[in-house]
């Protein structure tokens, strides 16, 4: 498959600058994955669509201020860094912003003093490989030196931080929120759990691999990053129980998606599992478990857009996109949600 057969024109109006002031009031777009039939809603009608016995999967990662300035200590420039990967206590991952200003060798200086940092290696596909040094505890000094890394498209100012985290948001890593979360809140899931719907909870740190795009033309040449995943036996075997009864495993967000499907083997069993997955789904995929997902709308050509097509078919998603763009939903991180069933 091509790059271009996923590929809509979005107006630029629509991507989601900020958001909403009531989590669950979002707009959500209903879709049949098997009769492409679209039904329109707001996002606490999800209720009604989640039965006894499904299993809700959420991702509980907590986005970092992973967003840091420094300054190169022998010219004085300017260079951003997005902190993705933590290789050990003090070395990262990063990208960085220009590229030409962090050379192996260089050493920046963050917050007057507070921290330095020394460029060790150029990673293939043009990450830097960072080291540390600093004074005290590591997360302190981000918590005072970081910014919470929004996306490029979001252009405005970010009031509340916790906004661009889930209300169960709980183990720190993330470069960026798995969005699809941040339509519930506390209430809503409180009456998931009232219907008879099992809640668990795994963790996928989002890093470059989920928002990289797709630069080949093949999409099946596309190289995704690896990302840190893990997932308990306790929320392993209730996935495993709900399926083999009957329910609907219902993913919230693609990364949900990503950690169940790598943790799944043949057989569709579910295993307790931790490590580092760079699972690319895109049409032709069988999904071993997920049967459903909540999700947000993505950007075109994206291996987002690829994931969601692979579970509901690429027609029935750039039909429903195109439904989405003719009544102005709103897009992307802050945006509106989709409910594949």
């Given at each position: 498959m091509k790059r271009e057969d996923f590929y809509f024109d979005l107006p630029e109006e629509l991507i989601a600058q900020v958001p909403i002031e009531n989590r669950e009031g979002s707009r959500l777009l209903v879709l049949d994955k098997n009769t492409g039939e679209i039904?329109?809603?707001?996002?606490?009608?999800?209720?009604?669509?989640?039965?006894?016995?499904?299993?809700?999967?959420?991702?509980?990662?907590?986005?970092?201020?992973?967003r840091l300035f420094g300054r190169r200590k022998d010219t004085g420039s300017s260079v951003e860094f997005l902190l993705l990967k933590r290789i050990d206590n003090n070395k990262w991952e990063v990208l960085v912003k220009p590229g030409?200003?962090?050379?192996?060798?260089?050493?920046?200086?963050?917050?007057?003093?507070?921290?330095?940092?020394e460029i060790l290696a150029v990673q293939d596909g043009g990450t830097r490989i960072i080291e540390f040094k600093y004074d005290g505890v590591f997360e302190q000094i981000l918590d005072e030196l970081g910014e919470m890394p929004l996306p490029p498209y979001i252009k405005e100012k970010l009031e509340d931080k916790e906004r661009y985290q889930t209300v169960y948001s709980k183990k720190e890593g993330s470069a960026?929120?798995?969005?699809?979360?941040?339509?519930?809140?506390?209430f809503l899931l409180q009456k998931i759990k009232e219907k008879g719907v099992n809640i668990v909870y795994v963790t996928l740190h989002v890093g470059l691999g989920t928002f990289r795009p797709?630069?080949?033309?093949d999409i099946e040449e596309h190289d995704?990053?690896?990302?840190?995943?893990?997932?308990?036996?306790?929320s392993a075997n209730i996935i495993n129980e709900s399926k083999k009864a009957g329910g609907k495993i219902v993913a919230v967000g693609t990364t949900s998606v990503r950690t169940i499907e790598s943790a799944s083997n043949e057989e569709g069993q579910v295993l307790p599992k931790n490590g580092w997955t760079n699972i690319f789904i895109y049409p032709g995929y069988k999904y071993k478990v997920i049967d459903r997902l909540i999700t947000n709308f993505h950007l075109p050509e994206s291996t987002?857009?690829?994931?969601?097509?692979?579970?509901?078919?690429?027609?029935?998603?750039?039909?429903?996109?195109?439904e989405a763009i003719k009544l102005k939903y709103r897009f992307f991180s802050f945006g509106d949600a989709m409910f594949i069933k």
């Open positions: 039904v329109h809603g707001v996002f606490s009608d999800i209720v009604q669509y989640l039965d006894k016995g499904d299993c809700l999967v959420l991702n509980n990662t907590r986005v970092i201020p992973a030409k200003k962090a050379r192996p060798g260089g050493v920046f200086d963050f917050g007057e003093g507070l921290m330095e940092g960026a929120a798995p969005t699809a979360g941040l339509h519930f809140t506390e797709v630069k080949v033309e995704m990053h690896y990302e840190y995943y893990e997932i308990d036996e306790e987002l857009i690829m994931l969601v097509s692979a579970l509901a078919g690429r027609e029935n998603i750039l039909h429903a996109y195109n």
